[in-house]
């Protein structure tokens, strides 16, 4: 499977912010997807992962609350709602899909990843 991110871009402290990621290829319901971002200096982090129906999502303590992973399997497109938006949360954020049945929140357990798109939250 192929996996293209894209929404990212330059935003205010308390912005909100979609992220998309498209996938083409094998059939993208069989996929358990994640979100993962990386900030420059530091390791790559989970953001969470959602299962293929879509009905379990796993999220990261630092997403939870104002992070939304969603998946539309007829678009093959899993999403990523960010709201209040801090600094912090400024990186690269990728998605992934592992070909399993349960979310996983290690990046080792994942065996596709999509190019990346940059976040940039400005206070």
């Known amino acids: 499977v192929q996996l293209q991110a894209s929404g990212g871009g330059l935003v205010q402290a308390g912005d909100s912010l979609r992220l998309s990621c498209a996938a083409s290829?094998?059939?993208?319901?069989?996929?358990?997807m994640g979100w993962f971002r990386q900030a420059p200096g530091k390791e790559r982090e989970s953001v969470g992962s959602?299962?293929?129906?879509?009905?379990?999502?796993l999220y990261a303590d630092s997403a939870k609350g104002r992070f939304t992973i969603s998946r539309d399997n007829a678009k093959n497109t899993v999403y990523l709602q960010m709201v209040s938006l801090k600094p912090e949360d400024t990186a690269v954020y990728y998605c992934?899909?592992?070909?399993?049945?349960?979310?996983?929140?290690?990046?080792?357990?994942?065996?596709?990843w999509g190019q990346g798109t940059l976040v940039t939250v400005s206070s």
């Open positions: 992934a899909a592992r070909g399993s049945s349960f979310p996983r929140m290690r990046a080792i357990e994942y065996d596709y």
């Open positions: 290829g094998r059939t993208f319901s069989s996929y358990v």
């Open positions: 959602i299962s293929r129906s879509g009905g379990s999502i």
